[in-house]
């Protein structure tokens, strides 16, 4: 079991940038792979970005490529997604999770993290 804590989230411009992390405890990140998703009110959790165990592989979502960057550091147990070039349709709440793959579909994780809200202004 894993718990999950993402940290970085809040008000910016823009055109700014944001780096998300997010902390795991208990067994180690290293063993899952992770994603981020987001969800903005009144809409469905979009998959946003997600890399397999070893940071070989990062695979993200059409609306968020070019723009994200998702990376992990296992030695500190903590993946990171960096945001760039922050657009108003980007707030949302953001998440991590942690599982077996990674899979675009939120359903096949089984572990997350409680959120961090990103709030983007014009």
């Known amino acids: 079991q894993v718990q999950l804590v993402e940290s970085g989230g809040g008000l910016m411009q823009a055109g700014g940038s944001l780096k998300l992390s997010c902390a795991a405890s208990?067994?180690?990140?290293?063993?899952?792979?992770m994603g981020w998703f987001r969800q903005a009110p009144g809409k469905e959790r979009e998959f946003v970005a997600a890399i397999t165990r070893t940071g070989s592989n990062t695979y993200y979502g059409d609306s968020v490529k070019g723009r994200f960057t998702i990376s992990r550091d296992n030695s500190k147990n903590t993946v990171y997604l960096q945001i760039d070039s922050l657009r108003p349709e980007d707030t949302a709440v953001y998440y991590c999770?942690?599982?077996?793959?990674?899979?675009?579909?939120?359903?096949?994780?089984?572990?997350w993290g409680q959120g961090t809200q990103v709030t983007v202004s014009s």
């Open positions: 208990g067994r180690t990140a290293s063993s899952y792979a």
């Open positions: 999770a942690a599982g077996a793959a990674p899979y675009s579909n939120w359903l096949n994780y089984g572990y």
